[in-house]
């Protein structure tokens, strides 16, 4: 089992609509869950990060975090062709320095006008 | 800006030739890492340094190795190519302390080993 699961997609949604990107880890210790963006050609960004149980808030977007059931997810309101990338959900397992985290291997979101 | 530069952004190398790969960071970074990202597989970390001098094994080192001679320049080297070694090769910079899970990457250096 990977530690860090993904669905690769492509997930197509329609401008406007609700995104969801889901990811599951398989330590039960991991504290800390990241998400990265990554357009076609270029690095990798981080859009949001969550250590606690529930949901985190920003603009469009919202990290859900459900330790019980080891899943993380991201929420992308008002879907925007803008948001067309791939997700990259990222966790740093105990046992490791806070620095060192392990990436899955992304999802690809398209969204269509 | 946190700005994070990869020597080169496309490199064609031959079997055996070994290779050197420079990252450069203006933030004052400690902590520095190398990754490789294939398709399907994602970001694997080769290797990491969180201080000059020192180096920490990432999940896949065979085959390469780091230096870190100062704080803004870490250098992954591959000793001798191999096929197997081509990729897309991102090196990340991030701060020690409160923010350190925030890492910032360069551009990318895309190696092809013939």
């Known amino acids: 089992q990977k530690e860090v699961e993904q669905n690769s997609g492509p997930l197509s949604v329609p401008e406007g609509a609700i995104a969801s990107l889901n990811c599951t880890y398989s330590?039960?210790?991991?504290?800390?869950f990241f998400w990265y963006r990554q357009y076609s050609g270029k690095s990798p960004e981080l859009i949001m990060f969550?250590?606690?149980?529930g949901d985190k808030e920003d603009g469009r977007f919202t990290a859900q975090l459900n330790k019980a059931s080891q899943y993380v997810s991201l929420l992308i309101r008002d879907s925007q062709p803008s948001d067309s990338a791939t997700y990259l959900c990222?966790?740093?397992?105990?046992?490791?320095?806070?620095?060192?985290?392990?990436f899955g291997s992304g999802t690809r979101l398209s969204i269509r006008p | 800006d946190v700005k994070v530069t990869q020597s080169s952004r496309y490199l064609v190398k031959r079997t055996g030739e070994k290779v050197f790969l420079e990252c450069v960071q203006d933030?004052?970074?400690?902590?520095m890492f190398w990754y490789r990202q294939d398709p399907g597989l994602g970001l694997r970390l080769i290797y990491f340094?969180?201080?000059?001098?020192?180096?920490e094994k990432g999940d896949i080192p065979e085959g390469y190795s780091v230096s870190r001679e100062k704080k803004e320049r870490f250098s992954l080297i591959l000793e001798s190519a191999s096929t197997n070694q081509t990729s897309m090769y991102l090196c990340?910079?991030?701060?020690?302390?409160?923010?350190?899970?925030?890492?910032?990457f360069g551009p990318g250096t895309r190696l092809l080993v013939l």
């Open positions: 969550i250590y606690s149980n």
């Open positions: 933030m004052d970074h400690e902590n």
């Open positions: 330590d039960r210790g991991s504290q800390s």
């Open positions: 990222a966790v740093n397992p105990p046992g490791r320095s806070a620095s060192k985290i392990i």
């Open positions: 990340a910079s991030s701060p020690s302390g409160g923010k350190q899970e925030t890492q910032y």
């Open positions: 340094s969180y201080d000059v001098k020192m180096k």
